[in-house]
């Protein structure tokens, strides 16, 4: 059975960091693409960093230079680090896991769409 456990969420002040992690199991690890979303309250959920099978990195324009997407093959575990913090940066945040066929991650990335999700950790930034 598939899981995906996030963990690291918290409440900050503009400014400061977080680091989220994703715990997996149930799955091999090693040959998926992982992905970081977020739903903002009233918002629909958005990707802001993935990672494919091979260590290729990619995060959107409103979290680059900020948010560091990584991932550990030996724990099987997804992190990212979260510095300069925003208030714009509230929300649930995800992890998501697919196996990423062919040019699924150059192309579907972001989307919606990726096989397992975990149950999300929130997030609250103060200004």
């Known amino acids: 059975q598939v899981h995906l456990v996030e963990s690291g969420g918290g409440s900050v002040q503009a400014g400061g960091s977080l680091r989220l992690s994703c715990a997996a199991s149930g799955f091999a690890f090693e040959w998926h693409c992982m992905a970081w979303f977020r739903q903002a309250p009233g918002k629909e959920r958005e990707g802001v960093a993935a990672?494919?099978?091979?260590?290729?990195?990619r995060s959107k324009a409103a979290v680059k230079g900020r948010f560091t997407n990584s991932q550990d093959k030996a724990r099987n575990t997804l992190f990212l680090q979260m510095n300069s913090l925003k208030s714009d940066d509230t929300g649930m945040y995800y992890c998501?896991?697919?196996?990423?066929?062919?040019?699924?991650?150059?192309?579907?990335?972001?989307?919606?769409?990726?096989?397992?999700w975990g149950q999300g950790t929130q997030v609250n930034v103060s200004s």
């Open positions: 998501a896991a697919d196996s990423c066929p062919g040019t699924w991650f150059e192309h579907r990335r972001w989307r919606n769409e990726y096989e397992y």
């Open positions: 990672i494919a099978r091979y260590d290729l990195t």
